[in-house]
T-cell receptor, first 111, second 115 residues
Framework: EDQVTQSPEALRLQEGESSSLNCSYT??????LFWYRQDPGKGPEFLFT???AGEEKEKERLKATLTKKESFLHITAPKPEDSATYLC????????????FGQGTELSVKP | NAGVTQTPKFQVLKTGQSMTLQCAQD?????MSWYRQDPGMGLRLIHY???????DQGEVPNGYNVSRSTTEDFPLRLLSAAPSQTSVYFC??????????????FGSGTRLTVV
């Protein structure tokens, strides 16, 4: 069964304190792995797509990496405006575009 | 450019009532989908469409109907609301149902409560 597990469920950081969020997945034929950011009361906002093991992508203070079993979202020197829930999702072949989401990591960055 | 627009933002229904959640996109995307988000469950796919006139079931389709008469609109109908359908509903669209460097664009959601 295709599955995505994110850890930790919640993470509290001080401003400037770098850390990583984990996304472990099992899928029969990975077509792509996505990272989204979701603010309270809003829809998910796209961050990255990763396609194959070894790939890395960066955007401002965020860097996403991918291995054959997991992905990491590294947050370097976070700011309070980085506070949000970060969602990981995978898409498999022959699934009609279906995204399988993890439960998310709620990140809080205190000044 | 409005992106994906969902209406209403909030709705309270009584058990057994029916209603339609609206979703419209102005990006000429072929692929549209509906997800529900529940605490501790993550987002789950309800129905999706790969183009006008073509729809298919997702992971949790029971109790919901969809149709796609135009590229822009993809309404979700609740036939007879049940408390288990209390959730936040998101519509998402994409040029194609395959991964891309643009991802899926999500609407801001409809928060539905069934009493």
């Amino acid at each position: 069964e295709d599955q995505v597990t994110q850890s930790p469920e919640a993470l509290r950081l001080q401003e400037g304190e770098s850390s990583s969020l984990n996304c472990s997945y099992t899928v029969s034929g990975l077509r792509g792995l996505f990272w989204y950011r979701q603010d309270p009361g809003k829809g998910p906002e796209f961050l990255f797509t990763l396609y194959s093991a070894g790939e890395e992508k960066e955007k401002e203070r965020l860097k996403a990496t991918l291995t054959k079993k997991e992905s990491f979202l590294h947050i370097t020197a976070p700011k309070p405006e980085d506070s949000a829930t970060y969602l990981c999702a995978v898409q498999a072949y022959n699934q009609g575009g279906k995204l399988i989401f993890g439960q998310g990591t709620e990140l809080s960055v205190k000044p | 450019n409005a992106g994906v627009t969902q209406t209403p933002k909030f709705q309270v229904l009584k058990t057994g009532q029916s209603m339609t959640l609206q979703c419209a996109q102005d990006m000429n995307h072929e692929y549209m989908s509906w997800y529900r988000q529940d605490p501790g469950m993550g987002l789950r796919l309800i129905h999706y469409s790969v183009g006008a006139g073509i729809t298919d079931q997702g992971e949790v389709p029971n109790g919901y109907n969809v149709s796609r008469s135009t590229t822009e609109d993809f309404p979700l109908r609740l036939l007879s609301a049940a408390p288990s359908q209390t959730s936040v509903y998101f519509c998402a669209s994409s040029p194609y149902p395959i991964p891309s460097n643009y991802g899926y664009t999500f609407g801001s959601g409809t928060r539905l409560t069934v009493v």
